[in-house]
């Protein structure tokens, strides 16, 4: 997870989070939502750390991917948008067809730091 912004004016400490990633064979055993309480986690300490009062966790999902949908959403995150995306994966290159475009859900963790 990236600490992408620190906006020291309105306190709030802003993350960008690439992905969760778990192997197929492991899945739906509740390794997805450890791996992202203990990223959460992290990112907290950080920003109280530093003095903030909230911290927000913003991640994109692809509109299909009602797993992913359903862990995030079990950690807290709510939609709060929709982005188009361009995806140049390298296997499509490779066969000359560039890219693929869809359609991502904007998830997001808000929380407040203080007490
Ligand atoms: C998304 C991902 C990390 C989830 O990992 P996981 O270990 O299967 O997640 P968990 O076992 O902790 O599941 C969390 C919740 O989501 C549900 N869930 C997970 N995958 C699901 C699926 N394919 N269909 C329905 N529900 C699903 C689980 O049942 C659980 O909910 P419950 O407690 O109500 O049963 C995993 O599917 C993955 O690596 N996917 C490929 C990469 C990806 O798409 N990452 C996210 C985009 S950044």
Request: proline share 1%.
């Amino acid at each position: 997870m990236d600490a992408a912004e620190a906006d020291q004016g309105a306190r709030v400490m802003t993350y960008s989070l690439h992905g969760t990633f778990v192997r197929p064979i492991a899945w739906q055993a509740g390794l997805g939502l450890t791996l992202l309480a203990n990223a959460l986690r992290n990112a907290k300490s950080a920003a109280l750390d530093q003095g903030f009062d909230r911290f927000d966790v913003r991640v994109l999902i692809g509109s299909e991917n009602k797993g992913a949908c359903r862990t995030y959403e079990k950690a807290g995150f709510k939609t709060v948008g929709l982005e188009g995306y361009v995806q140049k994966l390298e296997k499509l290159v490779s066969k000359g067809e560039g890219s693929a475009t869809g359609t991502a859900l904007v998830m997001e963790l808000d929380q407040s730091l203080t007490k």
